[in-house]
């Protein structure tokens, strides 16, 4: 049906810069909100950052001015750069889309696999 599939993370050091990229994939008329959220060792998943379909966005205050989310609507992808990378933001990635809409029918929460973002100090 309809998947979620990141890329782009890695290995960087303390003030280093990442891009994650998350794209969609399936027979997609459209999609809300997509964001990316993270869950670092022993800790809940929490949300980074949230872009609308019209382009609204929110930011987690431990990530504002550092981080920055965009989509690309007519390909189904969303964008993390992550900017001045500090060891606390060591966690795993999730791409997340609250409402998928397909012909038909709508899928809601639609996550992807997650990618590790590690930083070292």
């Known amino acids: 049906q309809v998947q979620l599939v990141e890329s782009g993370g890695g290995l960087v050091q303390a003030g280093g810069s990442l891009r994650l990229s998350c794209a969609a994939s399936?027979?997609?008329?459209?999609?809300?909100?997509m964001g990316w959220y993270r869950q670092a060792p022993g800790k809940q998943r929490e949300l980074v950052a949230a872009?609308?379909?019209?382009?609204?966005?929110h930011y987690a205050d431990s990530v504002k001015g550092r981080f920055t989310i965009s989509r690309d609507n007519a390909k189904n992808m969303v964008y993390l750069q992550m900017s001045s990378l500090k060891p606390e933001d060591t966690a795993v990635y999730y791409c997340?889309?609250?409402?998928?809409?397909?012909?038909?029918?709508?899928?809601?929460?639609?996550w992807g696999q997650g990618t590790l973002v590690t930083v070292s100090s």
């Open positions: 872009i609308t379909s019209g382009g609204s966005t």
């Open positions: 399936g027979s997609i008329f459209s999609i809300n909100t």
């Open positions: 997340n889309a609250d409402e998928v809409l397909i012909a038909g029918y709508r899928l809601l929460e639609v």
